[in-house]
């Protein structure tokens, strides 16, 4: 795959210079691409750049980076072939955002070596979020604190997860004092299940992939209430990531779940980041057909329609959450 990766010297770019506007937002031209008549980015479909310009200082709040010189959890269910740091950078340059947030994946269970060596190579334009059990040592979080760790998640949607539910309350408590916050990957009935545990908890609480609100119920699904309401008392935050997760429209208008998106936004746009999901770990692993990274950028003017918005949740919301200098 990665001999027939192009760099962005090797655009023929279209000639025509017109910007046009879409919901009020700058879009490029539409790039004419072509290298030996093919394209492959890394892990995404897709051959078009997006229409949208990422305004400076964009970030992708959620991708991640596998590489095999880290072992990988005796219990993944997922096993994709590497995305590495410099797969990534190819995505940065295709789609403008200059900064990330690095997520550990199901994959590596609770080792965060693959997440640490990213950080690095970021350096100051990546934040992480670990995955950790109720063992960590004070030693390891601070340690994982100074390279740039700003959360842990938690996955119990996915089968072969590291962590429980009963670590949530009191790994919360050990997280606090470093201002890190918890990112849930949780089914909505999760959500329902727990909203209690959810609003006693003393961080704040990051809710993976739009809260996996399901469709045709959409913004009805009694999740999408009680996570705007957690955002309305400045407790949550929604990642608008995973538009392919819960579409049963699909690609590339992803019509249903851009409808939760376009919601989240009008009920709490201080509240809401976006990421790619990079490489795609379910895809990558097989489970389903790879998305195009642009179109699902793309989808951003869809869910904001404004430009003050759009560097809302692509900037300024992103520096509140993880830290970035403003
Ligand atoms: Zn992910």
Redesign the pocket.
Known sequence: MRDQLMTHSTFIKGTGSTLTALGGIKIHDDFAVAFNGRLQLPFSAGVQRPKLKAPINACDC?H?IYDSRFPISPNAVLHPPDATVADYRMIQKWIGTTRSVV?T?STYGTDNRCLLDALKQFGKMARGIAVIDTNITDTELKRMNDAGVRGIRFQPVRAGASTSLDMLEPLAKRIFDYGWHLQVHMSPAMIVQNEELLRKLPTQIVFDHMGRIPQPDGVNHPAFRIICNLMNQGRGWVKLSGAYHDSKIGAPSYADTTNVAKAYVQAVPERVVWGT?WPY?SASAGERSFPDVAELFDRLADYVLSEAKLHRILVENPEALYGFPK
């Open positions: 959620h991640h997520v994946p999901d770990p």
